[in-house]
């Protein structure tokens, strides 16, 4: 009888630490944008998610309220992805804070624009963008595929790629060449690590109607695009979420642009 009890215990005790254990996403660049409707997006998929910022304290924490204001579970974290230093520290604060914890969705969103003419472009301008697209998915991925990997066996990543990186766009060579990079690394990890159950994708979004694409003339690249307007950030948080969903988990090493037709 009091065998049976241990059992029960021990497998109540089990089924506590089983449930006790939770699956984080983390959003790069979670502050604003593509970044902050994702980061809603996979909180009503039921994931506890993580806002990364780089600057922007009151916009994360703008993004974590809506989140906590239905219902959901999100922290800020501020750190600067293409600072490797920044990436390690911080995460591993995280971590420790989170013994039981780890991340299964990585979405590196984080990127920024600093669009010149090749020939007037400057140092920071090609260096900044480049860095925070690249440098920002190497060290962020890097450190959470240590966990992913042998401990874990099950993993999401998806990167936030671009029109730009898939055709080139003129006044975007910086941009441009992080993108491409970008969807090339995706398409090399996806092969490394798919024994693994990690499944690593890109999208591409085209126009999309964020604080980055403001000081663009909408009317005149809305003529660009066949379906005749920019997207939203929420249909690109549909499709992240779709990707680091269980309906996906076959899909892997693909870039799945998202564009209303500009690019087919
Ligand atoms: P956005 O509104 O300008 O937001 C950029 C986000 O990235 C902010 O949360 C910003 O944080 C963060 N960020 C920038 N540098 C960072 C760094 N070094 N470390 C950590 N976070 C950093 O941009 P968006 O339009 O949402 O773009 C999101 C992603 O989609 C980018 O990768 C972009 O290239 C890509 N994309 C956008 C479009 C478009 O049309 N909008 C099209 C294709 C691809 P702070 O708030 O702290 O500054």
């Not at 690249?221 to 948080?237: I, Q, Y």
Request: charge should be negative; aromatic fraction near 8%; charged fraction near 20%.
């Amino acid at each position: 009888m009091s065998n049976f009890a241990e059992i029960s215990d021990s497998r109540l005790l089990l089924s506590h630490i089983f449930i006790a254990v939770m699956k984080y996403a983390l959003v790069t660049g979670g502050s604003r944008g593509i970044g902050r409707a994702i980061c809603l997006k996979l909180a009503s998929d039921g994931y506890p998610v993580i806002v990364n910022y780089k600057s922007n304290a009151e916009e994360a924490s703008r993004t974590v309220n809506m989140i906590r204001e239905k219902g959901g579970e999100a922290e800020a974290l501020q750190f600067d992805v293409k600072n490797a230093a920044e990436v390690e520290a911080c995460l591993t604060d995280w971590e420790n804070r989170h013994p039981d914890d780890y991340v299964s969705v990585l979405v590196n969103n984080a990127g920024i624009r600093h669009d010149n003419v090749m020939f007037m472009m400057s140092d920071d301008e090609w260096h900044s963008v480049i860095d925070t697209t690249l440098d920002g998915f190497f060290y962020v991925t890097r450190f959470l595929l240590r966990h992913m990997m042998p401990r874990r066996r099950q993993g999401r990543i998806i990167n936030v790629a671009s029109l730009s990186g898939l055709k080139g766009l003129p006044g975007q060579a910086n941009y441009s060449a992080a993108k491409a990079a970008l969807i090339g690394a995706t398409k090399a990890l996806a092969q490394e690590v798919a024994a693994r159950d990690v499944t690593v994708n890109a999208v591409a979004p085209g126009f999309i109607d964020t604080d980055m694409t403001r000081d663009l003339n909408h009317d005149e690249l809305k003529e660009l695009v066949p379906m005749k307007r920019f997207g939203t950030a929420d249909e690109v948080a549909a499709l992240v979420s779709f990707l680091a969903g269980d309906s996906a988990a076959y899909i892997t090493g693909e870039v799945i642009s998202i564009n209303g037709g500009l690019y087919t």
